[in-house]
């Protein structure tokens, strides 16, 4: 596609349930990115992948957020159990290249936990 | 670990320049970023620069690069309603992977 694509853009869920967040990225882009965005807060990084690999999972707030990358493309982030903390704009952004090559963000998913 | 900082609010007239201020605190940083957030949208780069820069001039944007104390500004000349929206600097450093983001920086622009 011509940039980078999330699904849903909103999603309304209640607390315990479980999530799947979804990433479509410029293809041909090796590397990719979640963030996730808090009102107020900065950008705070939770995963990276490089093609089907995940070299740095640091970022996950819990071992309730799983992500996965097949085929070098597409990503799902899952968050299991939800909480109402969870509550956030999940960004996924992607690059051709890592550090030194722009990065392309898509428009994130508003997750919204009741 | 490393750190960025912003101020989180600032507030211009049309018509004036804008200056977004962010200090960063990895020396070894490479690349320094400028994304443009509009509401319910992701972000766009706008600007970078290397750190063996000190400036660098697009149009109506300038950033300005100081080192020693750590320092990134983005001026915006003759602001619009349309420059409305959150910034984010953010840096990186050759040969990594990692992007570090500030908390953006929420510029409103009054008519």
């Known amino acids: 596609g011509a940039g980078v694509s999330q699904s849903p853009s909103n999603k309304v869920t209640e607390k315990g349930k479980d999530v799947e967040l979804r990433c479509d990225p410029i293809?041909?882009?090796?590397?990719l990115y979640w963030y996730r965005q808090s009102l107020g807060q900065g950008l705070e990084f939770l995963i990276y992948f490089q093609g089907n690999s995940a070299p740095d999972k640091s970022g996950l707030p819990s071992d309730r957020f799983s992500a996965e990358r097949t085929g070098g493309s597409v990503s799902t982030l899952t968050i299991q159990r939800t909480q109402q903390e969870d509550s956030a704009v999940y960004l996924c952004?992607?690059?051709?290249?890592?550090?030194?090559?722009?990065?392309?963000f898509g428009p994130g998913t508003r997750l919204t936990v009741l | 670990g490393e750190d960025v900082e912003q101020s989180l609010f600032l507030s211009v007239r049309e018509g004036d320049s804008s200056v977004i201020n962010c200090t960063y605190t990895?020396?070894?940083?490479?690349?320094l970023y400028w994304y443009k957030q509009e509401p319910g949208a992701g972000l766009q780069l706008l600007t970078y620069i290397f750190s063996n820069m000190d400036m660098k001039q697009d149009q109506r944007l300038t950033v300005l690069l100081n080192k020693k104390d750590k320092h990134l500004s983005l001026r915006i000349a003759d602001t619009q309603t349309g420059d409305s929206a959150i910034y984010f600097c953010?840096?990186?450093?050759?040969?990594?992977?990692?992007?570090?983001f500030g908390t953006g920086t929420r510029l409103k622009v009054l008519a």
């Open positions: 293809s041909g882009h090796t590397a």
């Open positions: 953010a840096e990186s450093t050759s040969g990594t992977y990692k992007y570090i």
């Open positions: 952004a992607s690059s051709f290249r890592t550090s030194g090559s722009e990065q392309f």
């Open positions: 990895d020396s070894s940083s490479t690349y």
